[in-house]
């Protein structure tokens, strides 16, 4: 049993504010969730007929914009897009550079800060109410990235719509899914210490 006084757990906190504050904390964690979603976009699969791949990055990166909350979400997911700008070889398949699926990239920074927010106001608390935070963030990633898609490749809209929305749904459903389990589950956690 710990000594130390359990700090209240309160809406208006993220996970990321349950640790100590500082702003070496703030640095760690912005660099951790864009190393976190790197790595998870290195779990890439082909989709046939779309340049946009199957991906963890966008699981990362409403996770990391629900743990860490609006700001340092925003500030990890720009460090992720300009890294990659830069050369840094972690956007989906060991990519870089601007490609077709650079829009959904922009999406995630948007996301991460609106479910950010969203957390923040206790959205990540119960599971009814991170699937649709969750929700929100996919509708997000794709308002931007569908669209800057059909204009990278010149796609209409319906095709931009076929191969950048439609086959990634099924997975969306499940990455929702886990997310419902997996941040109530942890404020669950942090409740009782």
Aim: charged residues 10%; aromatic residues 6%.
């Amino acid at each position: 049993m710990s000594t130390a006084a359990a700090t209240p757990v309160r809406t208006g906190q993220v996970l990321a504010d349950l640790l100590p504050a500082s702003r070496v904390r703030d640095a760690a964690l912005v660099l951790g969730g864009a190393a976190l979603t790197g790595l998870a976009a290195q779990v890439s699969v082909p989709v046939p007929g779309s340049p946009v791949p199957v991906t963890g990055q966008t699981f990362a990166a409403l996770l990391v914009g629900t743990s860490l909350g609006a700001g340092r979400g925003f500030l990890a997911l720009a460090l992720y897009a300009v890294a990659g700008l830069a050369g840094v070889p972690w956007f989906a398949s060991g990519t870089s550079g601007v490609a077709p699926s650079f829009g959904y990239i922009l999406g995630m920074i948007l996301a991460s800060t609106v479910v950010g927010a969203l957390a923040r106001r206790g959205a990540d608390r119960s599971m009814l109410r991170m699937a649709g935070t969750m929700l929100v963030g996919e509708a997000i990633i794709y308002a931007v990235g569908v669209p800057y898609l059909a204009l990278a490749t010149g796609m209409s809209a319906t095709a931009a719509i076929a191969a950048g929305l439609t086959p990634f749904l099924i997975g969306d459903a499940l990455k929702a899914a886990l997310a419902m389990g997996v941040l109530p589950t942890a404020w669950k956690f942090a409740n009782k210490s």
